[in-house]
């Protein structure tokens, strides 16, 4: 696997990871994770012949800062992918993205469709009904102080491990302080913390009626991770034309930590791309 780094448009800087040959998949993390959370560390993308391109979003893992705090909205992260992927010379991939990944990927598939032979999106939260909800912006910005005035512990506390089903909970504890040690900057995850969520990825949902690639969501029950919401992910999967709904059975392990099963997914979205 290659590692390096690329600078993008405003002086940031993205950690990247290189592997494998093939048609091309990139992935990318959701929001305080790091590009070791798509797949979890799953190889089986490059063991099936392609090849996968993952980075650390800006202010994330070892990619750098903006030079605003501002500076994280979808604007700003789809920019950087297309500068990556411009200077990767990859015409076209397939997408993978979580929560922020997702929106995106799709916001790339609505800007510049012949760039997107496929995309699955796990876990989408974006809702345009709940977007400037106060209560929810007040949730992402207790969060963010957390982090900043108390490092990883008060982010964890104020996140509610505590409040998560005890079959998942210790589960959900190491997995958020693992992916929280991965950062180098963690006032830069602050700043997004506060950013991200206030950040539109595209207008209403309808728009997902316009992407026309093959697609697969990826939703998880509620009760495990009541901040995606099935119900989001059910009518992204009802909007977008070519998609369909992948979940868990009831009580079991979320579909979007097991890197091994994700893996297999976006394989077959990628076989339907090309």
């Not at 997107?116 to 207790?142: K, N, Q, Y």
């Amino acid at each position: 696997m290659a590692q390096y780094t690329i600078e993008v448009p405003g002086g940031v800087t993205l950690a990247v990871a290189d592997d494998g040959e093939g048609t091309p998949v990139v992935l990318l993390h959701g929001l305080t994770a790091a590009r070791r959370h798509v797949v979890m560390g799953s190889s089986g993308l490059a063991r099936a012949g392609h090849r996968v391109v993952a980075y650390d979003a800006r202010g994330h893992g070892s990619s750098s800062a903006p030079a605003a705090a501002d500076g994280y909205g979808y604007g700003d992260l789809v920019g950087d992918l297309v500068a990556l992927l411009d200077e990767l010379e990859i015409e076209r991939a397939t997408f993978a993205g979580v929560s922020m990944g997702a929106h995106t990927c799709l916001r790339l598939a609505l800007e510049a469709p012949e760039r997107v032979a496929g995309l699955v999106a796990i876990t989408p939260g974006f809702d345009p009904a709940e977007h400037d909800a106060p209560a929810r912006l007040a949730r992402w910005d207790a969060l963010s102080d957390a982090l900043r005035n108390g490092g990883v512990e008060a982010f964890a506390a104020e996140f509610g491990v505590q409040r998560i089903p005890s079959q998942w909970r210790e589960t959900v504890g190491r997995a958020l302080r693992q992916r929280m040690a991965l950062h180098e900057d963690l006032e830069a995850v602050a700043d997004a913390l506060r950013c991200v969520p206030r950040s539109a990825p595209f207008g209403g949902l309808r728009a997902l009626e316009r992407i026309e690639c093959p697609a697969v969501v990826v939703g998880s029950r509620d009760e495990a991770d009541p901040g995606h919401p099935l119900a989001v992910a059910e009518r992204y999967a009802q909007l977008l034309p070519r998609a369909r709904l992948v979940v868990e059975e009831p009580g079991a392990s979320p579909l979007a930590w097991q890197g091994g099963r994700v893996s297999k997914i976006v394989a077959e979205v990628a076989s339907a791309g090309w």
